[in-house]
């Protein structure tokens, strides 16, 4: 029996405690096999258990230097405690150590914005956008990477893509606004912001831009 497989499937599911039987019996059987602690460690990730987590994914490095999802999963944890400098090099090893998933280079960009590295950021979301071009949060992610680099055609062509992947997606609609706003073209900006709020009434950044729009058009 493949514990590994099974133990996924069962985290698939939401059945942690079965899933972390299955990982249990995976390290007993291969205790030299970095995948099952690696495994392990994603499943206490999930459960809140970062700590047990932590020292589970550095046990599948100490195997395997090269076990590159391992450090996709302290990259993880160190990203939701909001330590994006330690997060961003633990994607960054694993980039190196071969991790080729879009998802990987979203959380290196995305880590690369809360350190306010615009520019350095921009490359990775691209490269998520060019594995998924599917990836609304990339496709928007991206938008705004290229917003803040002050490259508004740009991104407002990534506003739109994200429009056009989700209709419901009030931000997009609400920074395109703020782009036409940027452009000198107020009715067009009222209409966005509009849009916005009619997916997100509380949307008070569109509510604030609207006004704005209105007594410009005044």
């Known amino acids: 029996m493949d514990y590994n497989a099974q133990g996924i499937q069962y985290m698939q599911q939401g059945k942690y405690e079965e899933a972390v039987k299955c990982f249990h019996e995976a390290i007993e059987q291969q205790p030299n096999n970095p995948v099952g602690y690696i495994n392990f460690g994603n499943v206490l990730a999930a459960v809140g258990e970062e700590e047990k987590a932590i020292r589970f994914f550095h046990k599948a ?3 395997d230097e090269k076990a590159a999802t391992a450090y996709y999963g302290l990259g993880s944890i160190y990203y939701n405690r909001q330590q994006f400098d330690r997060a961003k090099e633990q994607f960054e090893r ?5 991790l080729t998933d ?6 290196l960009g995305m880590s690369l914005m809360y350190l306010e590295q615009p520019r350095l950021a921009m490359p990775y979301f691209q490269r998520a956008v060019e594995l998924n071009e599917r990836d609304v949060e990339a496709t928007f992610q991206l938008g705004l990477c290229l917003a803040q680099l002050q490259f ?5 062509t990534y506003f739109e893509r994200t ?3 989700n209709e419901q997606h ?4 609400y920074n395109l606004g703020v782009a036409y706003a940027y452009k000198d073209d ?4 009222h209409a966005m912001f509009e849009k916005a709020l009619a997916i997100q009434p509380d949307h008070l950044l569109a509510g604030h ?6 007594r410009a058009l005044q």
């Open 186 to 189: 107020p009715k067009t900006a």
């Open 163 to 165: 429009i056009h992947l």
């Open 61 to 63: 490095l100490e195997l």
């Open 209 to 214: 831009g609207k006004k704005l729009m209105e």
């Open 94 to 98: 694993a980039i190196q150590a071969g």
């Open 170 to 173: 009030a931000d997009a609609y």
């Open 102 to 107: 879009g998802d990987v280079f979203f959380m």
């Open 152 to 156: 508004v055609d740009e991104a407002m």
